[in-house]
């Protein structure tokens, strides 16, 4: 059984990380394993900067958003000069395995650092939903719920004005934060990476016709991918005669307490990697399907392709119209 295993958080914060720290922790140190913390992702471990974790370093910690261990990208790890001081590191530090919580960056840094002898387990930590092996990462519950909160509070202003709010959200490349808070906000439109769209088509006709049914006030939810909202916004006010205006969402969408399915969630991945690690496997990644905790080879699971669920899109756009 591995005696001494390293824990650290990569790439973006997403709320949860702290949960799915704790559980590692604690499931270590309940098998009498020593656990280091690592702070500041690859960064941290090229540095040696770490400490050792124990029951106590986790308490109070499941409520908060962020990372108590900090994060950060590192483009030196990606050299060959930064990967050989990462397990230098690790050598001299007797650490036998790693969690890596992060994205499919830290993913990659993960498979690359089991290939060369230092076994791994990854865990999807990331709002964006975007890992093709994983129903729902730790943190992406949380960021809708926080996108639904701010644009319920923006449809407000939007409704005693009426006035279109173009909501931009956060996603990267995917576009499951902007489809299913659009749902959750009840969104004239949703345009989102993985649906070709037409804006005459798809936001300004849509609001005409529902103009002709008596609404007064829109909400258009974007996904980052796509942008632009500033100008969607002057375009719309130009074409409809609805007054429009741009929202920006941000890091607002990051931060905050995880929710109760995020804090469970990133608590069983936590401690199912540390029960890999404990029979001595690495190169994988944790993930939950139909509720259940999984894991896969690395390579295998950076190989599995995102999808939009289709129907759900068509079906969104069909009852907020």
């Known amino acids: 059984m591995m005696k001494t295993i390293g824990v650290l958080t990569s790439g973006g914060d997403a709320p949860g ?3 799915a720290i704790r559980a590692v922790v ?3 140190c309940e098998l009498g394993m020593k656990v280091y913390g690592i702070r500041r ?3 941290g471990l090229m540095e040696n900067d770490m400490y050792e974790m124990n029951l106590r370093s986790v308490s ?5 958003g962020g990372t108590i261990l900090y994060s950060a990208r590192s483009d030196r790890f990606k050299t060959d000069e ?4 990462a397990i230098r590191v690790c050598r001299e530090r007797g650490i036998d395995g790693l969690v890596v919580i992060g994205g499919d960056g830290s993913f990659r840094g993960a498979r690359d650092l089991s290939l060369k002898g230092i076994p791994c387990v990854a865990l999807p930590g990331t709002i964006d939903n975007d890992i093709g092996c994983c129903d729902a990462t730790i943190g992406y519950d949380t960021a809708m719920e926080t996108i639904m909160e701010m644009v319920d509070r923006i449809r407000d202003t939007t409704e005693s ?3 279109c709010a173009v909501v931009e959200v956060m996603g990267r490349g995917a576009g499951y934060l902007a489809l299913n808070a659009g749902i959750a906000c009840g969104a004239t439109s949703i345009l989102i990476p993985e649906v070709p769209y037409d804006f005459e088509r798809d936001v300004i ?17 974007v996904s980052e991918a796509i942008g632009g909202v500033a100008e969607m916004a002057k375009r719309i006010q ?3 005669g609805v007054e429009s205006r741009a929202t920006v969402l941000g890091h607002v969408q990051r931060g905050g307490s995880p929710t109760a399915r995020d804090r469970i969630l990133a608590s069983r991945m936590g401690y199912h990697a540390v029960q890999l690690l404990k029979d001595g496997i690495g190169n994988r990644v944790v993930a939950i399907k139909k509720e259940e905790i999984v894991d896969y080879d690395i390579v295998e699971a950076l190989a599995m392709e995102n999808s939009i669920d289709l129907d759900m899109y068509k079906m969104a756009m069909e009852i907020s119209i």
């Open 82 to 85: 930064g990967m050989q001081a």
């Open 238 to 240: 130009k074409e409809t």
């Open 41 to 43: 992702g690859y960064n």
């Open 60 to 64: 109070d910690i499941i409520n908060r």
């Open 161 to 163: 004005h009426d006035r």
């Open 26 to 28: 604690r499931a270590g």
């Open 17 to 19: 990380m702290n949960a």
């Open 205 to 221: 006709q849509r609001m005409m016709r529902t103009q002709r049914s008596g609404k007064v006030h829109f909400v258009i939810m």
